[in-house]
């Protein structure tokens, strides 16, 4: 996925000042994460919570 430098610019300007580069590169990941969780979604790959539920009984039930 790619970030377009401007959106870049103006993430980098919302950061407080000084800030650890562990922390921006998880900002960096849920950004990338969330973007494609939109996508996704716009797409239709979705699944109900009914059916999460279901599934997840499933690997329960043995």
């Given at each position: 996925?790619?970030?377009?430098?401007?959106?870049?610019?103006?993430?980098?300007?919302?950061?407080?000042?000084e800030i650890?580069?562990?922390?921006?590169?998880?900002?960096?990941?849920?950004?990338?994460?969330?973007?494609?969780?939109?996508?996704?979604?716009?797409?239709?790959?979705?699944?109900?919570?009914?059916?999460?539920?279901?599934?997840?009984?499933?690997?329960f039930a043995?």
């Amino acid at each position: 996925m790619m970030i377009a430098k401007s959106q870049l610019l103006e993430m980098v300007r919302e950061l407080p000042e000084e800030i650890d580069i562990d922390d921006m590169m998880y900002r960096l990941y849920l950004r990338q994460k969330l973007e494609a969780a939109e996508k996704d979604i716009e797409e239709g790959r979705v699944i109900s919570h009914q059916d999460v539920i279901k599934e997840t009984d499933n690997w329960f039930a043995g």
